[in-house]
């Protein structure tokens, strides 16, 4: 269930379904179960033109011999609409998406972001119930979706409407959505704001989907220590000590993996209390940070850290984790055990 006004984002890898549920609700495919429900209507068979919806595809789709403003207003041609009015609603949705320079330009002479501006006015002009975009800037280079990315939520601040949004690129999911739908393979595995489906993933998938490095995940062994919980990670007999209330709903004799962020551990050039004796494997160098790959015993983990903190492989660092970002799942289900996360 959507609220008046949400911006919705389905996520999840290609082929698990997310553009098959949009072109359900928007009526380009049968449903044979279940309801759609729109502004509280039943709209499961009721034909697209009946839904009073607009959808944005990857591809433009746009006119090539009309110009942007016979673009924008051809389906406030089509429903019959008068001079004056589409005028007025033309203006308006071009002074909102800042393209009424171009209103008078065929595609042929606009960017890649101006012609998914215009096919954005076209959807919008009509004030539809839904909005329903199919990645929609997943054409565009990584300069112009930065911009478009921040020209969508603009638009959406100002006009409210309700939207349905997919896409496989995470920064788009987690800048634009209220809340985002995780998928696999055609199955939903959580619904939350940004917030929640990155802190707090209920499954091993979500947990390892969202987030990018991904979520270290490595089988561990409990062992109980004085006033806190030992962790045998990676086979090595030194073990890592975790708050006693933080796995206290655990099991000591699960099946259990640990999962922690690379932004959730960190390194160090000299031994301590609570750190743990790595090597260094790999070092990603990206500008504002490095990925570092460390090895502990048999297992790899990857950890964030500043840039040019570490210099070269094979180097010895000290690695510890915060317990506070650590999460834990059952090997078997691979759901996540809640009272520890």
Not at 53 to 64: D, N, R
Not at 249 to 269: F, K
């Amino acid at each position: 269930t959507l609220a008046d006004g949400e911006f919705l984002v389905m996520m999840g890898e290609s082929g698990c379904d997310e553009t098959t549920t949009l072109r359900a609700i928007a009526g380009l495919e049968t449903v044979d179960e279940g309801d759609i429900l729109i502004d509280g209507k039943q709209v499961k068979h009721l034909k697209c033109s009946d839904r009073d919806i607009a959808m944005v595809f990857q591809s433009f789709s746009l006119y090539p011999h009309m110009t942007v403003y016979e673009n924008i207003a051809f389906p406030l041609r089509a429903i019959g609409m008068s001079r004056a009015e589409r005028e007025a609603a033309v203006e308006e949705i071009a002074g909102v998406l800042q393209i009424r320079s171009l209103l008078d330009r065929r595609p042929s002479a606009l960017s890649g972001g101006d012609m998914q501006r215009v096919a954005i006015g076209r959807a919008l002009v009509r004030h539809p119930k839904a909005l329903l975009m199919d990645e929609p800037i997943g054409a565009l280079d990584t300069k112009m979706r930065e911009a478009m990315r921040a020209e969508i939520k603009r638009l959406h601040v100002a006009r409210g409407s309700t939207s349905v949004y997919v896409t496989h690129d995470q920064v788009e999911a987690m800048s634009l959505a209220d809340r985002i739908v995780i998928m696999h393979e055609g199955i939903l595995q959580q619904i939350g704001t940004p917030d929640e489906v990155y802190l707090k993933p209920q499954n091993l998938f979500v947990a390892q989907f969202v987030g990018s490095p991904v979520m270290n995940v490595v089988p561990i062994e409990f062992a109980q220590a004085k006033g806190a919980v030992g962790v045998t990670l990676g086979g090595v007999k030194q073990a890592f000590e975790l708050p006693a209330a933080l796995v206290k709903h655990i099991d000591r004799d699960a099946q259990v993996s640990l999962g922690i962020r690379p932004e959730g551990m960190e390194l160090h050039h000299k031994a301590a209390k609570g750190h743990h004796k790595t090597e260094v494997d790999n070092i990603e160098p990206l500008g504002s940070h490095d990925i570092v790959d460390v090895k502990v015993g048999e297992a790899t983990l990857r950890v964030r850290t500043p840039s040019g903190f570490v210099e070269r492989e094979g180097q010895t660092a000290y690695l510890s984790i915060d317990p506070h970002q650590a999460h834990f799942f059952d090997r078997a289900s691979e759901l996540a055990l809640r009272g520890a996360n």
